[in-house]
T-cell receptor
Framework: DVKVTQSSRYLVKRTGEKVFLECVQD?????MFWYRQDPGLGLRLIYF?????MKEKGDIPEGYSVSREKKERFSLILESASTNQTSMYLC????WGQGLYTEAFFGQGTRLTVV | KQEVTQIPAALSVPEGENLVLNCSFT??????LQWFRQDPGKGLTSLLL?????REQTSGRLNASLDKSSGRSTLYIAASQPGDSATYLC????????????FGTGTRLQVTL
């Protein structure tokens, strides 16, 4: 089974802290994504990566950065956490092969609260 | 810009009923469409993936159809059970967007005893 693992289920951080959210997948997928999910707004793409050291901005990249030094690991960084970044963060991965995109698989989510 | 809409936003049915969830998208130039399930406070679980060249996919009591020309997909759940209670999300990958998923806002399903 494909497994996407996020390092924490729940996090509480203080305003201004630098926050790291880690995601690891075990299926050698090229694509990895970070979404945030908020009531009434649905899932919104923050950043995605289609290869090691490659990244592209999603719809709401402001206040975030990412790092992908190894194929299996994709990190989301909140440079200076703010209360409006309190949210559920979801990591996903997918494979691009044989001219077709395959299923996207998601981690269990990290509920981040910034106080 | 691709927009994905799911109707209804919430649905409550008695156990045993067959039901249909709807998903519509504005741009028919898609690679595939994927249906997910999300339990409260949890991540997303993939249910079915339909490639753009396919018309439908089946898994157990679930059947998903895709009509690209009309920009619609339906998820059919047969003989619903209380364990089916969850939020159901559809997502599309638009051609040329490097596999980024665009999500609908979901249908919250409750199956009652």
């Amino acid at each position: 089974d494909v497994k996407v693992t996020q390092s924490s289920r729940y996090l509480v951080k203080r305003t201004g802290e630098k926050v790291f959210l880690e995601c690891v997948q075990d299926m050698d997928h090229e694509n990895m994504f970070w979404y945030r999910q908020d009531p009434g707004l649905g899932l919104r793409l923050i950043y995605f990566s289609y290869d090691v050291k490659m990244k592209e901005k999603g719809d709401i990249p402001e206040g975030y950065s990412v790092s992908r030094e190894k194929k299996e690991r994709f990190s989301l960084i909140l440079e200076s956490a703010s209360t409006n970044q309190t949210s559920m963060y979801l990591c996903a991965s997918s494979l691009w092969g044989q001219g077709l995109y395959t299923e996207a698989f998601f981690g269990q989510g990290t509920r981040l609260t910034v106080v | 810009k691709q927009e994905v809409t799911q109707i209804p936003a919430a649905l409550s049915v008695p156990e045993g009923e067959n039901l249909v969830l709807n998903c519509s998208f504005t741009d028919s130039a898609i690679y595939n469409l994927q249906w997910f399930r999300q339990d409260p406070g949890k991540g997303l679980t993939s249910l079915l993936l339909i490639q753009s060249s396919q018309r439908e996919q089946t898994s157990g009591r679930l059947n998903a159809s895709l009509d690209k020309s009309s920009g619609r997909s339906t998820l059919y759940i047969a003989a619903s059970q209380p364990g089916d209670s969850a939020t159901y999300l559809c997502a599309v990958i638009k051609t040329g967007t490097a596999s980024k998923l665009t999500f609908g806002t979901g249908t919250r399903l409750q199956v009652t005893l």
